[in-house]
């Protein structure tokens, strides 16, 4: 069975940090794309960053460029999302999603090329 299993998220001051954890079972992670999302209360999901499998390319949303760190350990089959700064704009439930290869880096923004997708874990950035 298929799985993704968040983690790391939690409440944390302004200007602080989390790293959010993505590990997968079931599948090799190194084979997909892997994408983190969030989605707060009344707003669409959005697509946070991005890494492809293969060359790795990156994507960043604007909003998170120079803040947010994605990576990849194959070896423990886990993507993470390091989150610094953080601004109460971050607060939302983040996702990890598995897309198969063969898509543009430029389409790893969108939720729908998305094969797989974890359950969530909840980011309160509050004083």
């Known amino acids: 069975q298929l799985q993704f299993v968040e983690s790391g998220g939690g409440l944390v001051q302004p200007g602080g940090s989390l790293r959010l954890s993505c590990v997968a079972s079931?599948?090799?992670?190194?084979?997909?794309?892997i994408g983190w999302f969030r989605q707060a209360p009344g707003k669409e999901r959005e697509g946070v960053s991005a890494?492809?499998?293969?060359?790795?390319?990156?994507y960043y949303a604007d909003s998170v460029k120079g803040r947010f760190t994605i990576s990849r350990d194959n070896a423990k089959n886990t993507v993470y999302l390091q989150m610094n700064s953080l601004k109460p704009e971050d607060t939302a439930a983040y996702y990890c999603a598995a897309a198969s290869p063969g898509h543009a880096m430029t389409t790893y923004r969108y939720a729908d090329i998305y094969d797989y997708w974890g359950q969530g874990t909840q980011v309160t950035v509050s004083s």
């Open positions: 079931g599948f090799t992670l190194d084979y997909y794309a």
């Open positions: 890494i492809s499998s293969g060359d790795g390319a990156i």
